[in-house]
């Protein structure tokens, strides 16, 4: 499979992950402004899990602009990943409506973590068949972000079942540390 096949598979499967996500939310019982109130917390799960897989959607799109060949260990983990991001549509629905509850959180933070330690792997295997000196090693660097992320999101798993809010704001900051879009792709490609 060439790497821009691996790039328009995976960019379909992510479509389909987010339209499933949308198929979640469900109008107010009303059809009063105070209605919305109802939805609320199920529309920020959506809002938050949307700004998440739309991060590993640019990233997976800015990785790919400089990898040169990718062998079968880049084919699974990039389905880990996909997998992984499949999880966010159930944790999104389970976590909306159980806004700040132990369990749904808990289990929404470890589905933040497997997707960043998929995505990880998918890095890691694309790095074992290129050399250091290509675009993609020397893109990818030390890639202190994603070591902070994975950090981060070990913290939101275990904070969850003591302060779901903080597991929470946590995931918020990852978010926040990757919408600021990362230059190592575009420096390198020019």
């Avoid at 991060?55 to 790919?64: A, E, K």
């Avoid at 992984?84 to 289990?107: C, K, M, R």
Wanted: glycine share 8%; with cysteine.
């Amino acid at each position: 499979m060439s790497r821009h096949r691996l790039e328009a598979f995976s960019d379909g499967v992510i479509a389909i992950l987010i339209t499933i996500m949308v198929l979640e939310l469900r109008p107010p019982e009303g059809t009063g402004i105070a209605d919305l109130r109802t939805v609320l917390p199920k529309v920020a799960a959506y809002l938050l899990s949307f700004v998440l897989v739309g991060i590993y959607w640019n990233n997976h799109h800015h990785l790919f602009q400089v990898v040169e060949r990718v062998d079968g260990a880049v084919l699974w983990a990039n389905l880990a990943l996909l997998f992984s991001l499949s999880l966010v549509s159930f944790a999104t629905a389970w976590f909306g409506e159980h806004p700040g509850d132990a369990g749904p959180v808990f289990w929404y933070a470890v589905v933040q973590l497997l997707c960043a330690l998929s995505y990880a792997a998918l890095t890691f295997a694309l790095l074992r068949i290129h050399a250091p000196d290509t675009p993609l090693g020397r893109a990818i660097g030390r890639d202190r972000k994603g070591k902070v992320s994975l950090a981060a999101y070990v913290l939101g798993v275990v904070s969850a079942p003591l302060s779901p809010w903080f597991s929470l704001a946590v995931i918020g900051a990852v978010a926040v540390l990757w919408l600021v879009p990362d230059r190592r792709v575009v420096r390198i490609t020019g």
